[in-house]
């Protein structure tokens, strides 16, 4: 009795007691005239397939099953990639298919794990798209740049899918204005350089409380009072502010008059 066997390309037979059968051209012959028997005993077992009737037999008589051992003509899907990644990601399974001598034919059209690149597709079937990449679409700034220069933008791959790149525009710096913003990007906001600050202007006060200095306040220039009221002292200036020039010195004057 032979079992039949797939080894290396050809076809060979295997007696039961383990000892060879003869060469590879008679034990095609063999197989093939098993194959017809397979083909009538597999209508009165419905829909079960050659190999199935071809394993089946040879459990019968007692001898090896060889899953290698297939029937001309037929296919079947394929896949030698890790468990599990199979129709994840890019990975998905081929086809083998049976050829005239009852073996199996490499497996055809099958996808198998990659090296991931950043393309919107998980190339190493881990479950993860684009990994090791900035994710596609994701916000960005302008690397290294402060205040308004630094400008934001999206991550977007490179068209060889070697890496991600921000696409945040380039801004130079500007002149300082008291607006609020950063414009020379020096990392100070409305600093006192801006134009127009740091002259003087008037206040609308009394006395020596009307001098004051323009300064950013609020990102707009204000006229900010540059000196506080003081004592009166006869300066013919208002010093306290109120209104009156050196009334301090009146009283004292007054208060002289009355001595006499």
Known sequence: MIAYRRQGSGTRGRRAGGSRGAGGGVARVLLFALGGFAGGLTAGIGCATSDQVLEKKNRELGLADDASVCHPKISEDCYTGPKGTAGRGACKAGLRSCDADGAWGE?????????????????????????????????????????ACRTQGKWHCAADGSESKCDAPVIAPAME??????????????????????????????????????????????????VQPGAEICNKQDDDCDGRIDNACVSESAARNQGR
């Not at 990659?114 to 302008?142: K, P, W």
């Not at 206040?203 to 200095?213: D, E, L, R, S, Y």
């Open 107 to 147: 497996c055809e059209d099958q996808h198998l794990p990659g090296v991931e690149s950043c393309n919107q597709t998980d190339d190493d079937c881990d479950g993860i798209v684009d990994n090791g990449f900035e994710r596609d679409g994701a916000l960005c700034f302008y690397k290294g740049a402060q205040g």
């Open 177 to 226: 204005t008291c607006n609020g913003v950063d414009d020379d990007c020096d990392g100070e906001t409305d600093e006192d350089s801006v134009p127009s600050a740091e002259t003087s202007c008037t206040t609308g006060k009394n006395g020596v409380c009307g001098a004051g200095i323009n300064k950013c306040v609020n990102a707009k220039i204000r006229c900010v009072q540059a």
